[in-house]
């Protein structure tokens, strides 16, 4: 997820303008509603948030110096264990081996059933995002080093194959048929890969569009639609066909969008940002879409998981203390915080 690319006041003052003119002629009231919030706290910090939905379980990893993969009950949001010593920024779990993966280096891998940490497994880069592709079984490491992808298998817990996406990746999205798609963050581009031959077919061109640094991306697999987020110099989604990368339409979204998703039981894209906010856009058809409401939830909200089987979003945030006086200007697509309350982390749920 990181890093972010500085532009200097100006980019910081356009997305900050951007976002304004979102809050002023985008809907606040909507279906959606924070339902729950759990203040957990805990130590260290928080980046990628996942979801075991056949098992009900929220996974939330906490990277400080006493790193830990929290675990949590999805429905209550209740604590459901840890794993001790997993100072990752990310988790993903393959639903049929009931294995999980974390991104530490070396890669851990875990029982979901025991929480009992099963191997270590050897990768290059730096692991960042991952990502399940239920496709074939296959759990994909996105790293902002070369090799840009490594793909593991789920069940079996060995390196697969390395790929050089041709830039530094940030979301991955499976299309479930043998295709991936990946935000290329620093190329303005998404790459579409063969999912069973490891190899990219193919690069969409986005630099027309005039965007950099991007970060979530999200797919309609039914009616093949892709959902490409930008953070500069304003924020935006890029709305495409995912099969020749056409661009159908733009919309401004918040500030520094993260993680996102898309939901084929509303028809909804769904993004998080640090701002505080929740964009949904209604796909009203393939070609058709609204911004059918903007919700606020806390500051530095970023990051988010929907739960299918409910329909609802978790997002995580800190409380944040004033932004010290001395503080260095914001790094473009970045709004500004202070300090982290202590003991203050908490998890939202959200829905209708």
């Given at each position: 997820m990181r890093?972010?690319?500085?532009?200097?006041?100006?980019?910081?003052g356009i997305a900050m303008l951007a976002s304004i003119g979102l809050a002023q002629h985008d809907p606040t009231a909507g279906p959606y509603k924070v339902l729950k919030t759990a203040k957990v706290g805990g130590e260290g910090g928080f980046d990628y948030i996942s979801a075991d939905v056949e098992g009900r379980r929220l996974y939330v990893p906490r990277n400080g110096p006493m790193g830990q993969l929290t675990v949590y009950n999805?429905?209550?949001?209740?604590?459901?264990?840890?794993?001790?010593?997993?100072?990752?920024?990310?988790a993903i779990v393959d639903p049929k081996s009931h294995h999980g993966f974390s991104t530490t280096k070396p890669?851990?891998?875990?029982?979901?059933?025991?929480?009992?940490?099963?191997?270590?497994?050897?990768?290059?880069?730096?692991?960042?995002g991952i990502m399940f592709d239920p496709y074939n079984e296959r759990v994909w490491v996105l790293s902002h080093m070369?090799?840009?992808?490594?793909?593991?298998?789920?069940?079996?817990?060995?390196?697969?194959?390395?790929?050089?996406?041709?830039?530094?990746?940030?979301q991955a999205v499976s299309n479930g048929k043998g295709t991936v798609y990946v935000n290329i963050m620093d190329k303005a581009n998404v790459a579409v890969v063969d999912a069973k031959k490891l190899t990219v077919?193919?690069?969409?061109?986005?630099?027309?569009?005039?965007?950099?640094?991007g970060s979530g991306l999200s797919l309609d697999a039914k009616n093949h639609v892709l959902f490409s987020y930008w953070r500069v110099p304003s924020?935006?989604?890029?709305?495409?066909?995912?099969?020749?990368?056409?661009?159908?339409?733009?919309?401004?979204?918040?500030?520094?969008?993260?993680?996102?998703?898309?939901?084929?039981?509303?028809?909804?894209?769904?993004?998080?940002?640090?701002r505080?906010?929740?964009?949904?856009?209604?796909?009203?058809?393939?070609?058709?879409?609204?911004?059918?409401?903007?919700l606020q939830t806390m500051p530095g909200a970023r990051t988010m998981v929907l739960d299918t089987k409910t329909n609802r979003v978790l997002t995580q945030a800190f409380?944040?203390?004033?932004?010290?006086?001395n503080a260095p200007p914001p790094v473009a697509g970045r709004p500004a915080f202070g300090p982290p309350v202590p003991g203050s982390f908490t998890i939202l749920m959200v829905g209708k």
């Amino acid at each position: 997820m990181r890093p972010f690319y500085l532009r200097g006041l100006l980019a910081a003052g356009i997305a900050m303008l951007a976002s304004i003119g979102l809050a002023q002629h985008d809907p606040t009231a909507g279906p959606y509603k924070v339902l729950k919030t759990a203040k957990v706290g805990g130590e260290g910090g928080f980046d990628y948030i996942s979801a075991d939905v056949e098992g009900r379980r929220l996974y939330v990893p906490r990277n400080g110096p006493m790193g830990q993969l929290t675990v949590y009950n999805l429905d209550t949001l209740e604590p459901a264990g840890t794993i001790p010593n997993v100072k990752s920024g990310g988790a993903i779990v393959d639903p049929k081996s009931h294995h999980g993966f974390s991104t530490t280096k070396p890669i851990t891998m875990w029982d979901t059933n025991t929480l009992q940490v099963i191997k270590t497994i050897d990768v290059d880069g730096r692991p960042d995002g991952i990502m399940f592709d239920p496709y074939n079984e296959r759990v994909w490491v996105l790293s902002h080093m070369a090799p840009y992808a490594t793909v593991i298998d789920g069940k079996e817990g060995t390196v697969v194959g390395t790929i050089d996406l041709g830039g530094q990746p940030e979301q991955a999205v499976s299309n479930g048929k043998g295709t991936v798609y990946v935000n290329i963050m620093d190329k303005a581009n998404v790459a579409v890969v063969d999912a069973k031959k490891l190899t990219v077919t193919g690069h969409y061109d986005l630099s027309s569009r005039n965007v950099d640094s991007g970060s979530g991306l999200s797919l309609d697999a039914k009616n093949h639609v892709l959902f490409s987020y930008w953070r500069v110099p304003s924020s935006v989604v890029v709305i495409m066909n995912a099969d020749n990368g056409n661009v159908i339409t733009t919309f401004p979204t918040d500030t520094n969008v993260d993680t996102v998703a898309f939901n084929p039981a509303t028809m909804e894209a769904i993004s998080t940002a640090a701002r505080g906010s929740i964009v949904f856009i209604k796909e009203n058809s393939p070609t058709s879409f609204a911004v059918e409401q903007r919700l606020q939830t806390m500051p530095g909200a970023r990051t988010m998981v929907l739960d299918t089987k409910t329909n609802r979003v978790l997002t995580q945030a800190f409380e944040y203390g004033p932004v010290p006086a001395n503080a260095p200007p914001p790094v473009a697509g970045r709004p500004a915080f202070g300090p982290p309350v202590p003991g203050s982390f908490t998890i939202l749920m959200v829905g209708k």
